[in-house]
């Protein structure tokens, strides 16, 4: 799938962001190896800490529908600026897509690609645990 066709999806979940604190809508869209596509936008909290973010919120609504392995994951917000994904979700990119790619677009239209292992490098993975 192109990327262009998956920040479409992500923009489109955009509208379903759940933002009464912040008002800053973060819209993600991930590509599962199978060809599936899980969109996610971020859902707030009143304790603000149990927030969850767009990217999160994708990866849970697939695996939870049986994928595991993603290719790439498209994140775009309400921002002027491209989102990069917070340190909580490269984590958890990282563990289903250790060789993923990121695109982010921002308002103007630019794009950028990044491999998820230059946004978190020397992580902490299941190897690390044996
Ligand atoms: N947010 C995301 O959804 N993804 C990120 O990677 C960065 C932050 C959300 C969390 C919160 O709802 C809002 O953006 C402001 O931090």
Not at 19 to 30: D, E, N
Not at 57 to 62: D, G, S
Request: include cysteine; charge should be negative.
């Amino acid at each position: 799938m192109e990327n262009q066709e998956l920040l479409e999806i992500a923009k489109r979940t955009m509208q379903y962001a759940y933002v009464p604190y912040s008002h800053f809508r973060v819209g993600a869209a991930l590509l599962a190896e199978d060809g599936r596509v899980f969109s996610g936008c971020n859902v707030e909290n009143a304790t603000y800490g149990a927030t969850i973010c767009a990217e999160r919120t994708a990866i849970v609504k697939a695996i939870s529908e049986g994928a595991r392995h993603f290719s790439k994951i498209a994140i775009v917000s309400s921002g002027q600026d491209i989102t990069p994904p917070c340190g909580i979700c490269r984590q958890v990119l990282m563990e289903f897509m250790p060789k993923g790619n990121v695109v982010l677009q921002d308002k103007y239209g630019n794009i950028q690609e990044i491999a998820i292992d230059a946004l978190l490098p020397m992580s902490f993975c299941a190897d690390d645990i044996k």
